[in-house]
Structures are given as C-alpha cells and as structure tokens.
C-alpha cells in the first residue's frame, strides 16, 4: 500500500548540505492511482453521461428527464457549499470517491420507472454525491501531480496539465461506450423499417434551432422504445455505476493531503460555506473565472439535452442520438489527451482560442441550419467540432484551477463545480419551456463574456507573476 513505501528527492538545504524530502508513495504508485480514478470514472460515467444525453428524450412525459437533471445541479450546488471539505476530512479522498459512486448507482436504478415521486430524491441524492466525488477526484488528482512534479523536477503546471489531460481521455471515452450501448439496443428495428425518420419539409423546418418544447406537434417525432429495451439499457448502466465502486474500494490507495490546517475543514457548519464564498470574494481569479465556469455548464447541457433532442432525435430518431455522441465522445477523448501534453509548450491560451473559434462557429451555424436527413454526415461533424472544444474547456478550466489555486484547493473546486452546476440547471431548467435559438444566444453570450474574462485573468496572473520575479531579483541583489 502507499503508507508503506515511501520516495524520496534530494534536496539541497540553506547550508550545502543534501536534504532528503520524502513523499508517502512512488511515481509507479502515483501514476498508478491515476489510471484506477481514470477507469473507474469512465465506467461510472459510462452510465450517467450517456443517461443523461436520453433524458431530455427517453422521459420526456411530464418534464421528469430534463427536471430531474436540473432538480440533481441544484442539489449539486446546495451540496457545494456544504459537504466536499467535510467528507473529505472526514472520509479521505479515497472513501469519498466510493461512497459518492453510490449515490450514482441510486439515481441509475431509479431510471427503471422514471416517474417525478423517484427522480426527485434519486436526483437530490446524486447531487449530493456529485458535488463530493468531484472535489475528492480533484483534490486527490492535484496532490498527486504536486508530489510528481517534486519526484520528477518537471513544473508543477506540466505535469497537472498531464494528470488532468489523461484522467479526461479516459472520461470523455464513456461517451463512446454508454452511447454505444443504448444506440445498439434501441436501433434493432424491422428489417423493413428505415434507420431515420420520414419527415415531411414542414415537419424538418420545426427541428433545430426552430424547435419549440411547448408545441406538442414537436414531441411526436421522440419517440420513445419499447419498456422492454429501456430495462435493458438501464440494467447495464447501473452494472457499470456498481464496477465503478468496486474498482475504487480495491485499487485506490488512500492519500493524506499536504495541508497543516486541514483539520479545520471536518466540521460541519456554516464555516464551510463562509470559506467556499470566501475564497471566492477574496480571489480575483475565481471572480473573474466564474462566468467561464458557468459556461462549461451551460455548453455540456446544451449538447447533451438540446442538440440530441432538437437536432437529432427531432429530424433522425432518438436511436440516432447514440451513434452521433460516440462521435463526439471519441474526438473529446482524443483531444483531452492530445491538448494536455502540448499545452506545456503552447501555454493555455491558444487553446481557449481555438475553443472560442470551434464552440463560437459551431453555435452560429446551427442557428441558421435546418437539420436534413439526408446529410446526416453534418450531425457528426457539429458533434465533432463540439466535443474538440468542449476537450479544451473541460481540461484547461481543470488543470488552469489547479494551477492557481494549489493551496486552496478543495475550496476553488468546490466553486467550480459550484458555477458549472448553476450552468447545468439553466440548461436544463429552462429545456422544456424555451425556444433552441433563445438557447443558442444566450449560450454564445456566456461564451464570448466567459472568454474575455478569462484572457483578464491571464493578463493579471502573468503581471503577477513577473512582478513577483522582479522583487525577487531586487531582493538578492
């Protein structure tokens, strides 16, 4: 285990002499526990992601699918300020992490008789469990990169920008499965029945951008399987949330964090939601972050509840929705992977660019498109583009917090998911009720602010930067 077989890095002290500093596992440990959260949470998400790409579709009565998402973030951010340090406290990372996952497997289970007396607390407990798991995985991902960087004498925003890049391929690749799943249940149709829908040109111009929830005429279009396939789909998924638990319980090792005071985060009190606002009042990088942060969660929800449900499922069939994610999976994958190993010699911002470029067009474009059946190749190709940037927003918005943010870093990703989480319940809570285009302008509004902000914070944080460097030189001079 861990405990048990400790590095070391030798260091030079004050007087010439080596000095030893010794840390609590080894670089084939490390890397070790990195692959374990990395599996664990592509089989986890294997199941919730592509779950939750259905909702919108799959229950669509009554609201229950896209209200429940939004019933979960809300519980997700009362969850924020409350729970992650004390779990984290109280439990360690590692138990965090397992117990969460469990909160996703009732949530999952609760999808086999999706009705509002289930989803609610099913969605109000996943929440819960949201809001410690990510903080946990983190928490748990950054202490390992600090202690890696130490080992390896590489720079500690390298080898974060490595953790997180790695840990998100595996993430983003969960599209690729839990989609692959569902469109291979759902699309076993008659032999004599066609892959997409035969819709007239009136019935097409009404999907896209001019799709409009609240006219019932647009709902005839979705629907939805047989119970029997539904069962089925949902019985794999909740398999997959149970390996995940198991995965973390037998090969995650336990970690003891660097952090003198990190006593004072196990009570639970209002204390805990001072400091998470705290940090956000006294930081002006969080400050100026937040409207980026949110953006990470309004672009995940529109893609997720509004492109698979008013583009495809609207002008294909909802057993397209699969087959077109898995393409947006598998680009996420690769350029969550392939990003964080050159952002260490481009730096962050040529990517937020490129992010602003892909997410910006992609969202003009499908303002002013009018879905075509028989171009099907353009719904892989908008669902490439946005999972390209959304592997730039996902990994850069990480590892850029955990760059800034070392030594509060429970707090600064408690905000994080904070801001995501209210993202995600615009996105959803606003699903049935609003027109696609509406969505789609007030999604590149977030965007085009968000980005702006963010190239402040970069402006600061250099000026910062070289001012430090400078007192330093003056000082040893």
């Not at 519980?75 to 300020?81: I, N, P, R, Y």
């Not at 340090?85 to 590692?94: E, F, M, N, R």
Request: net charge negative.
């Amino acid at each position: 285990m861990a405990g048990t077989s400790d590095a070391m890095e030798m260091k030079q002290n004050g007087h010439g002499s080596p000095e030893i500093e010794t840390f609590p596992m080894t670089k084939f440990q490390m890397l070790k526990n990195l692959l374990v959260i990395s599996f664990a949470f592509c089989f986890l998400f294997t199941a919730f992601q592509s779950l939750s790409n259905l909702q919108s579709t799959l229950n669509k009565e009554e609201g229950v699918g896209t209200g429940g998402l939004a019933i979960l973030y809300a519980s997700l951010v009362v969850s924020c300020m409350f729970t992650p340090s004390v779990a984290i406290a109280k439990l360690g990372c590692k138990w965090t992490i397992a117990l969460s996952m469990c909160c996703y497997v009732v949530y999952m289970a609760a999808n086999f008789y999706a009705v509002w007396a289930l989803m609610v607390p099913a969605s109000i407990i996943i929440g819960f469990g949201a809001a410690t798991l990510w903080s946990a995985k983190c928490t748990y991902l950054t202490q390992m990169a600090v202690w890696y960087s130490k080992l390896t004498g590489a720079t500690q925003d390298d080898i974060v920008n490595r953790f997180f890049g790695f840990f998100f391929m595996f993430f983003q690749t969960s599209q690729i499965w839990g989609n692959l799943i569902s469109s291979e249940i759902f699309s076993q149709r008659p032999e004599n029945e066609s892959l997409y829908l035969d819709l007239s040109k009136s019935e097409l111009e009404s999907c896209g951008a001019n799709f409009d929830p609240t006219i019932e005429e647009n709902k005839t279009t979705l629907q939805k399987p047989e119970l029997e396939k539904v069962y089925t789909v949902c019985g794999i998924y909740t398999g997959c949330a149970v390996v995940a638990v198991i995965i973390i319980v037998v090969l995650l090792d336990k970690i003891k964090l660097d952090k003198d005071n990190h006593d004072q985060y196990g009570k639970f009190s209002f204390d805990t939601l001072i400091a998470t606002f705290s940090h956000w009042w006294r930081s002006p990088y969080q400050k100026l972050l937040m409207v980026l942060t949110f953006y990470s969660g309004v672009e995940q929800g529109f893609v997720g509840g509004d492109y698979t449900k008013s583009y495809i499922g609207c002008a294909l069939g909802i057993w397209n929705i699969g087959y077109i994610m898995i393409c947006y999976g598998v680009v996420d994958a690769a350029c969550s992977f392939l990003f964080g190993r050159l952002v260490q010699f481009v730096g962050h911002i040529p990517f937020f660019i490129l992010a602003f470029l892909l997410h910006g067009g992609v969202q003009i474009t499908l303002m002013l498109w009018v879905p075509d059946p028989d171009r099907v190749y353009l719904f892989y190709i908008f669902a490439a583009l946005w999972g390209m940037g959304d592997a730039v927003i996902q990994t850069q918005i990480n590892a850029y917090y955990g760059y800034l943010f070392t030594d509060h870093s429970e707090a600064a990703f408690s905000n994080y998911r904070l801001w995501e989480s209210l993202g995600f319940i615009l996105a959803f809570g606003y699903g049935n009720f609003v027109r696609t285009d509406i969505k789609l302008y007030l999604t590149f509004t977030v965007l085009v602010v968000g980005m702006y902000l963010y190239g402040v914070t970069e402006y600061l944080e250099r000026r910062a930067r070289r001012s430090a460097a400078n007192i330093s030189e003056k000082t040893k001079l």
